[in-house]
């Protein structure tokens, strides 16, 4: 469909203040406003990723940042800064004539992919990505983002090309998301990038000083460059009884089908581990009309992370749904003759079960590389360009990245996705050209419990104090803000969008105020625009 190239005035120019936002309606069409330095732009409104409404999300100089999932664009292309967002935003021609500001459509798309380079035949370098998770999918468009021409494979053990493994314990565990709002991309879309996606294709061994990968089907591939992005892999429960059928883990495209069956029968479901996955899988599982109990070796849910009384409040959110726990126990052993039958637990109680759903966490998928001093946890080390050694680059849940006062490792999406596209980027440039960018993101991650999204924003080890703004246990909004060593180190927060926008914005200019100064109480709006 073409644009009608419909043009109509929108608003007085004084209207709308810089770094204001505001939604216009151009015939039929609605387009989002911006101004920025006393320039107008003109924006596809929803968020590329999920459909999200830009205008109540906020605008940093000219980075517009989604209010759901902190999905990041460029107000004067339009194009994607951050994930989880893929595509960039269509955008309009703005014009001034006396105090009105005009808007005319040039399109009728609602997402524009990043300029890339294509493929050329010519350039015989190969480029390969271990792994097809957000950090490979990421990476690849990044090489192309970044330049590179020459060959690349992406390697992976799924049978799957990249999909949103996000609504996996989501939308998707529920039947709410169509099989094809899955993948990330289409197959039309790499093969005109020219990104060979092999599935099925599980690594042995990666030798960095040879520059060889092994696989398991006898195969060698040589490589240039590579990047690691090979994942997590579940944890599994250390008791008597874990090889019995019935047993399942949350991680893949495939399991979220498995258990979505399995929930639709009304069956009763043991979720071992207390952990996000195992509880949006508790959620999702219950919307099913399974009958679930959570066992969990914590207290309360998330204490270590969100503290006692997030942790107790969404403990009560999930009971409200039917969901029972046993928290502080172990499981001693599952019973059945061939398939499960009963949990057992530490203090003797049995638990009926028909399946079970390990949310026990993940470990680092590394054990296929040689000649690499791997982390105590089985991660990888690299420095502030995700370079492992030469022409070996890694990203995703295996990467310890270099921080202003430690290294991290973050389990999380959109860092998976950020730290592959910045890994790729990097991989297509050279330290001489000078194209080269750390990755200095901080960690950004949602969770979806019984409908309500909690986003947390930073990352902290430990947890010296909590500074609440609202009531978790009586408000319907709320920030905690997570002391560590002096300084707020985390933050998370329901139904506070800009605040949480405009707290990563200030912890990436290294502007957060000091904690004595948030413990008066702080207009987080206000403190990021002030220069």
Request: charged share 25%; glycine share 10%.
């Amino acid at each position: 469909m073409l644009a009608d190239y419909t043009e109509a005035a929108v608003c007085h120019v004084d209207d709308l203040a810089d770094g204001e936002l505001k939604e216009v309606r151009v015939g039929d069409t609605d387009v989002l406003l911006a101004r920025v330095d006393g320039q107008f732009y003109a924006l596809y409104p929803k968020c590329s990723h999920y459909q999200g409404p830009l205008v109540k999300g906020l605008l940093n100089g000219h980075r517009l940042v989604c209010p759901w999932h902190n999905a990041c664009f460029d107000v004067r292309n339009g194009h994607r800064l951050e994930a989880p967002a893929l595509n960039g935003l269509p955008t309009h021609e703005v014009r001034l004539e006396g105090d009105q500001v005009f808007v005319r459509l040039t399109t009728t798309k609602e997402s524009l992919e990043n300029p890339m380079s294509a493929p050329d035949e010519a350039n015989d370098e190969t480029y390969v990505i271990v792994g097809s998770g957000g950090a490979g999918a990421f990476a690849a468009e990044g090489m192309r983002e970044g330049g590179f021409t020459g060959k690349i494979v992406m390697l992976t053990e799924s049978s799957e090309e990249p999909y949103d493994r996000p609504n996996c314990s989501k939308d998707y565990l529920q039947g709410k998301a169509p099989d094809e709002k899955m993948p990330l991309r289409s197959e039309e879309f790499y093969q005109d990038y020219g990104i060979e996606t092999r599935t099925d294709q599980r690594v042995t061994a990666l030798d960095p000083i040879s520059k060889r990968i092994d696989l398991a089907s006898g195969e060698t591939i040589n490589y240039d460059k590579a990047l690691l992005c090979s994942g997590g892999k579940p944890n599994a429960l250390q008791s008597p009884g874990v090889d019995l059928k019935g047993i399942y883990p949350l991680r893949s495209l495939h399991d979220s089908q498995t258990l979505r069956e399995l929930g639709k029968q009304g069956k009763r479901v043991i979720i071992i581990g207390s952990s996000f996955i195992g509880l949006e899988g508790a959620m999702s599982l219950r919307k099913l009309g399974s009958k679930v109990d959570v066992v969990g070796l914590e207290n309360v849910p998330f204490e270590k992370i969100l503290g006692e009384k997030i942790g107790r409040v969404v403990q009560g959110w999930h009971e409200k749904e039917g969901i029972l726990f046993h928290l502080g126990r172990k499981v001693d052993r599952i019973e059945g003759d061939d398939t499960v039958g009963a949990v057992i637990l530490d203090n003797g109680e049995r638990l009926s079960a028909d399946f079970v759903l390990l949310g026990l966490g993940v470990k680092p998928r590394t054990d296929f590389l040689k000649e690499i001093a791997l982390e105590k946890d089985g991660g990888v080390k690299t420095n502030e360009y995700l370079n492992v050694t030469n022409g070996l680059y890694a990203a995703g849940d295996i990467v310890h990245y270099p921080t202003a006062d430690s290294m991290q490792r973050i389990e999380h999406w959109k860092v998976a996705c950020q730290t592959g596209h910045v890994a790729g980027f990097n991989m297509a440039s050279t330290q001489e050209s000078g194209k080269e960018i750390p990755y200095r993101s901080v960690p950004f991650f949602w969770t979806n419990q019984q409908g309500k999204r909690i986003n947390y924003i930073g990352h902290a080890t430990k947890v010296d104090d909590i500074i609440y703004d609202g009531d978790p246990e009586k408000d319907d909004a709320f920030l905690a803000l997570y002391v560590q060593d002096g300084q707020i180190k985390a933050v998370a927060g329901l139904k506070r969008d800009q605040d949480i926008i405009a707290i990563r914005e200030l912890m990436q200019e290294s502007r957060m105020p000091a904690v004595e100064a948030v413990r008066q109480g702080v207009n987080w709006v206000e403190v990021l625009k002030k220069a």
